[in-house]
């Protein structure tokens, strides 16, 4: 059975940093994309956003409203999926959900989120 948890969300002031991780279990990790996405509460249509992605290669991209201050990376040793947060602002209050996909066989496995809060 494929599990993801997330761990490491908290509330913190705007400017502050925060690291959150993703241990995932029951899962080839190494061989799938990883990936962040978060929902903010009240903004129109609540689709999960995607914020940041790391393929299985080690190759980065990020949404422009993250980029430059997240950095998401992971630790195939430790099934392990981060996303660094630094600069935190109020507007990047959200759940966050780490996924591993595989395009190959079309699956996408999702955590259960965490939550982050940024206070002005």
């Known amino acids: 059975q494929v599990q993801l948890v997330e761990s490491g969300g908290d509330l913190v002031q705007s400017g502050g940093s925060l690291r959150i991780s993703c241990v995932a279990s029951?899962?080839?990790?190494?061989?799938?994309?990883g990936g962040w996405y978060r929902r903010t509460p009240g903004k129109p249509g609540n689709q999960r956003e995607l914020?940041?992605?790391?393929?299985?290669?080690?190759?980065?991209n990020y949404a422009d409203a993250v980029k430059g201050r997240f950095t998401i990376s992971r630790d195939n040793a430790k099934n392990t999926l981060y996303l660094q947060m630094n600069n935190l602002k109020p507007d990047d209050t959200a759940v966050y959900y780490c996924?591993?996909?595989?395009?190959?066989?079309?699956?996408?496995?999702w955590g259960q989120g965490t939550q982050v809060t940024v206070s002005s």
């Open positions: 996924t591993l996909q595989s395009t190959a066989i079309r699956t996408t496995y």
């Open positions: 029951g899962i080839s990790f190494s061989i799938y994309d």
């Open positions: 914020i940041a992605r790391i393929f299985s290669g080690g190759t980065t």
